[in-house]
């Protein structure tokens, strides 16, 4: 936050002002209190205005004087960033973020957090995220999402796209790399890398939801797009070739699956492509026998 043109911590500002009030409610000048706290009189001003860290030694012997646990109190507060960035980890994999909608909101409280915060951790968290938001305001200029996505994926460190299983992983680097993963032309690719976050065990529903409804997308386009099945007596043709994959796909087997039960496989194709509200191990359950067909 800014005050008098000068960049503040904003935590440090909202701690300053809560000892002020305190301090003014026990009817105290800050002469009074240095006097009882045997610290500086400066000090506690810049204390009380947010302009220097909390020393925890301090704040135990301000604590005495009010009767007040101010190290809890300030603990609490320091970690309240982190509480706002698990807040919106949680609502970005629960939400349907659509390209090109308006992330303003979070990207502004997230920028607030990246300037502010004397943790870097959470500065760190902080920026991923944020220019995650940011890809997703992005509407069609898939170059631009992407950069975005490995600008996140590479910050506080070199992370290494070759060999997934050598980097470090939260919540967050997960889902910036399922994003990565929607923008690689090559379908293969994307398969690998959602399947290595699949095998990762990721503790986290919304995040699995999603996951599994790219996997799937991803093997329905992969695969071939669902001819009209005719009521009776389908006469299929030996192959299917697809522009998309770039694969001739044998049409044997599936001619089997659909005369066994065309209503069962073509409500199973129908699923795998429209699973979004469904859920994740539900998916799961459904690939491998979606796989079956071919």
């Known amino acids: 936050m800014i005050k008098n ?34 610290i500086n009189v400066k000090t506690l001003s810049n204390m009380e205005n947010g302009k220097v860290d909390f020393d925890l030694d301090m704040l135990e012997i301000l604590s005495e004087i009010f009767n007040i646990d101010l190290v809890e ?59 995650l938001f940011q890809s997703v305001e992005i509407k069609d200029d898939k170059n631009k999402k992407k950069s975005l996505i490995v600008e996140a994926l590479n910050v506080g460190r070199d992370f290494d796209f070759k060999d997934l299983s050598s980097n470090t992983y939260d919540i967050i680097d997960y889902r910036l790399l399922m994003n990565y993963a929607i923008y690689i032309k090559y379908k293969a690719e994307r398969l ?64 089997s699956c659909f005369t066994k039960n065309p209503s069962f496989y073509m409500t199973l194709i129908f699923l795998m492509k429209n699973m979004w509200k469904w859920h994740w191990k539900l998916q799961r359950k459904l690939i491998p026998i979606y796989m079956k067909c071919f």
């Open 192 to 255: 690998k890398i959602l399947k290595f976050i699949e095998n990762s065990r990721v503790d986290d529903d919304n995040l699995n939801s999603i996951l599994y409804h790219n996997i799937s997308n991803t093997y329905y386009t992969t695969t071939f797009q669902i001819p009209t099945i005719p009521q009776t007596n389908p006469t299929w043709p030996s192959t299917i070739s697809t522009n998309q994959s770039q694969q001739t796909i044998k049409i044997q087997s599936l001619q």
């Open 5 to 38: 043109g000068v960049y503040m911590n904003r935590n440090n500002y909202k701690f300053g002002k809560l000892l002020k009030d305190l301090r003014q409610k026990n009817n105290m000048t800050q002469e009074e209190l240095s006097y009882r706290s045997f």
């Open 73 to 131: 109190k300030y603990l609490y507060l320091i970690l309240d960033d982190s509480s706002q960035i698990n807040k919106l980890v949680k609502n970005l994999n629960s939400k349907d973020r659509y390209p090109g909608s308006i992330q303003a909101d979070e990207i502004r409280i997230l920028t607030e957090i990246e300037n502010t915060s004397h943790r870097k951790i959470i500065r760190l968290k902080a920026k991923k995220l944020r220019l």
